[in-house]
Every structure is written in structure tokens, then in C-alpha cells.
């Protein structure tokens, strides 16, 4: 290679190498900074768009995941409701079974009729009070709740409502009812007892809904952390493999400048031509 004062080859192979190696480090920095090898589009933009759109499908199962617990708290607590009415039916039975003995006396009949009265209000009572987040599930003001299922709100898990106000489908039990003979509360015994069973028919169904709210929670929990995984997978850097490639862009970079150094250095041996 000839010498020239106007044109040293050496220095620009130099730099160039230089500028290479110093970008690389630029490069190993960022992904130990960031922690990700693909952090935008210009890395890897295949890989980019296919991470962005398993991020968007994450968030989405996260929504899903909310949906799905306001609408097993929905159910959970028409479930609390149904149950404690129940008992109430139960009590109830058992005052009006009393009150049908014939040789029961007046006064003792009307006082077994006044807790009978009281255990029915609580139903009533029960039965409007029983809400979460403004929707109630058992007093026939909605027909049915749903939950979002998966990211894109495609699909739907819906959970049809259950009547328990006093007169009902399911609790026959008038709001009105009550008993002044042996021969009425014979009557509501019968009633009550179709009314427990009915509510155990509802209660089932709640109760399978609810656990139904519940497994698919459980899977969309899981399907969101799969996700996640691969997404870690495409765009994660390893670091141990980045932290090695630094130490070695740092030596290069240092024989780089020796390099540029010696080939800047070349022009001044031509002085020596001219001795």
C-alpha cells in the first residue's frame, strides 16, 4: 500500500471497525438495560408484531380475569342468599307444621303465625338486599349475568338468574301467606316443602355456575402465564450471553483505538524519506 499524506487507507479501515464495534456495544447495552434482545420493531420486526399481539391477548385475559370475578361475586352472593333462605323455609316448615296440630290452642297457634309472618318478611328482605355491584341475581330484576371468556370478548359465559322473591317460580310461598287454623298451616307445610325443593333445584344450578365461573378462571390464569412465557422467550435477552459480549466489544473497542492510534501515525514515517 503506498504512503500518501492525502490518504491514509489504514486510519479508515481503523475507524471503520471502531464505529462497528461501537455500535455493537451500543446494541449489548440497551438489551442489558432494557432486558430484552427485541425491544422494537427495528430489531426484529416479525418477531416484534407476533410478541405485540401475545401482549395484547395478555392484557385482554387480564380483562377476562376481572369479568370473570365480578360475575362469580354476582353468583356467590345469590348463592349466600338462596342458602340462608333455605334455612328460613326450614324454620318456617317447622312453625306451620307445628301450628297444624288440631289440638293446638288459639293463642299459641297466633304466636307460632307471628314468627311465621317475621321468617317470611326476612325473605323478602333477603331477597331484595342480596347485590353486588348493583345487579341481583334472584329478585327477577335481570334474567341473567354474563363474563367475558376470552381476549377478543368472542365468547361469553352466561348465568341465567334465579327467582327466590316470595310467590315465585321457585319459592311458592306467597308474601301474604300465613295461617289461622290447624288446616291452613297443614296447607303451607306442603307448599314450603315443594318451595325447599325448588330452591334446592336453584340452588344447584347457582352452585354449578359458580364453580363453572371458577374453572375457567383457573384456565385463563394459566393461559395468560403461557403466554407470557413465550413472550419472554422471543424478545427476552439472555443476559449471561450479553454480559460475556460486552467484556468482549470492551476489548475490542480498546485495541480499536490502539489501531486507529498506529494507522494515524503511519503519514509521519514519510518525514523520514526527506531526512
Known amino acids: 500500500m503506498a504512503l500518501s499524506v492525502n490518504t491514509n487507507a489504514g486510519a ?9 464495534t461501537n455500535m455493537d456495544m451500543n446494541e449489548v447495552q ?30 385482554g385475559y387480564g380483562v377476562v380475569g ?16 338462596g342458602e340462608a333462605i333455605s334455612d328460613i323455609l326450614i324454620e318456617m316448615k317447622e312453625k306451620a307444621l307445628a301450628a297444624s296440630d288440631a289440638t293446638l290452642d288459639a293463642s299459641s297457634r297466633t304466636a307460632l303465625n307471628e314468627d311465621f309472618k317475621a321468617l317470611r318478611d326476612q325473605i323478602a328482605t333477603i331477597t331484595s338486599n342480596a347485590e353486588f355491584n348493583g345487579t341481583n341475581l334472584i329478585n327477577g330484576t335481570v334474567t341473567s349475568v354474563s363474563a367475558l371468556a376470552n381476549s ?35 296447607t303451607l307445610v306442603t307448599t314450603i316443602g315443594t318451595s325447599l325443593d325448588n330452591l334446592s333445584t336453584a340452588l344447584a344450578k347457582l352452585g354449578t355456575a359458580s364453580k363453572s365461573l371458577e374453572i375457567h378462571k383457573n384456565f385463563t390464569t394459566k393461559l395468560s402465564d403461557a403466554l407470557e412465557v413465550g413472550i419472554g422467550n422471543l424478545v427476552d435477552a439472555d443476559l449471561a450471553k450479553e454480559s460475556a459480549r460486552l467484556q468482549s466489544l470492551q476489548v475490542k473497542q480498546q485495541l480499536g483505538v490502539q489501531a486507529l492510534s498506529i494507522a494515524n501515525q503511519a503519514p509521519q514515517t514519510i518525514l523520514s524519506f526527506f531526512g
Request: aromatic share 4%.
Open 30 to 59: 440497551n438489551r442489558i438495560n432494557t432486558g430484552l434482545e427485541i425491544a422494537s420493531a427495528k430489531d426484529n420486526g416479525g418477531v416484534y408484531a407476533v410478541a405485540q399481539r401475545m401482549r395484547s391477548q395478555v392484557n
Open 66 to 81: 376481572q369479568s370473570l370475578d365480578l360475575a362469580t361475586s354476582v353468583t356467590d352472593v345469590a348463592l349466600a342468599a
Open 152 to 186: 377478543d370478548g368472542s365468547n361469553t359465559i352466561t348465568i341465567s338468574d334465579q327467582n327466590f322473591t316470595l310467590g315465585g317460580g321457585v319459592v311458592t310461598v306467597a308474601a301474604t301467606s300465613s295461617f289461622a287454623s290447624a288446616g291452613d298451616a297443614s
Open 12 to 20: 479508515m479501515i481503523a475507524l471503520q471497525n471502531l464505529n462497528k
